[in-house]
């Protein structure tokens, strides 16, 4: 949680510097498994905005999404809790 909130804080400082709008895509899994959100980046970076995707790293996403200049894509690290933490932490 703190690491999303690190790189939202990055990300919107970098968006005042380019002044247009800047929209943050972030996917709860694989990007490249994930359709609907790599089309929903590629819409918003046709419409003019800079797009960063987040999310783990695993299947290869469209060519479209890595060859847009537009969108940059953000890779999250996994984290390896102990088991004796309760499954919804």
Not at 13 to 35: A, E, F, H, M, Y
Request: hydrophobic share 45%.
């Amino acid at each position: 949680v703190l690491a999303l909130f690190a790189v939202f804080c990055f990300l919107r400082r970098r968006q005042k510097r380019i002044g247009r709008p800047c929209v943050t895509v972030l996917v709860l899994g694989d990007i490249g498994r994930s359709p609907r959100m790599q089309y929903h980046a590629l819409s918003l970076a046709r419409h003019g905005c800079n797009v960063s995707l987040v999310g783990y790293p695993g299947a290869e996403p469209l060519e479209e999404l890595t060859s847009c200049e537009r969108i940059t894509i953000w890779h999250l690290e996994q984290l390896d809790l102990p088991a004796s933490l309760p499954f919804t932490v």
